[in-house]
């Protein structure tokens, strides 16, 4: 049974900084490729940051420069760093394998002051 659990999120001022943690079982972490997508209040879910087997790296524009997506093969786990947080970042956060139907609960983040 494949599983993927999401940690790190929370409240934080604009310009702070997070890192979450997308936890799995059940699958070949090392082979599949990993993303982190978001889903704000009212918007569509969209792609965040994406890393393949090979650890090769993209991101949505509104994103690059201010987050790093990494992973740890030995644990199983994907990250997601996130720096210099804004306001329009606020969202739940989702771990998914690959393009699969396979997703995590998510995570909460929350830009305030």
């Known amino acids: 049974q494949v599983q993927l659990v999401e940690s790190g999120g929370g409240l934080v001022q604009p310009g702070g900084s997070l890192n979450l943690s997308c936890a799995t079982s059940g699958l070949m972490f090392s082979t599949n490729a990993m993303g982190w997508y978001r889903q704000a209040p009212g918007k569509q879910r969209e792609l965040v940051a994406h890393?393949?087997?090979?650890?090769?790296?993209n991101y949505a524009d509104s994103v690059k420069g201010r987050f790093t997506i990494s992973r740890d093969n030995a644990k199983k786990t994907v990250y997601l760093r996130m720096n210099s947080l804004k306001p329009e970042d606020t969202a739940v956060y989702y771990c998914?394998?690959?393009?699969?139907?396979?997703w995590g609960q998510g995570t909460q983040v929350t830009v305030s002051s």
């Open positions: 890393i393949t087997s090979g650890r090769n790296t």
């Open positions: 998914r394998v690959g393009t699969s139907l396979y």
